[in-house]
């Protein structure tokens, strides 16, 4: 019965630090603005690229 407990306490204390690095994680995210604006970049690939320029050639 003391293996089964250690096994419990091993994965409470694995899951309990997968917790607290996502926690961290989204404090980060909250903190670097990276969740300020959710709406713009998937209507940024709607609009049409602008017109390619021709490059003048480098041939002597």
């Known amino acids: ?6 096994i419990y306490l091993l994965v409470v204390a694995v899951g309990l ?12 995210l909250v903190r670097t603005g990276q969740l300020e604006d959710l709406d713009t970049p998937p209507l940024r690939m709607l609009h049409d690229d602008c017109p390619a320029t021709p490059k003048e050639s480098q041939h002597g």
């Open 17 to 28: 630090g997968l917790f607290a690095v996502a926690i961290g994680g989204l404090v980060w």
């Open 1 to 6: 019965m003391g293996d089964a407990v250690s």
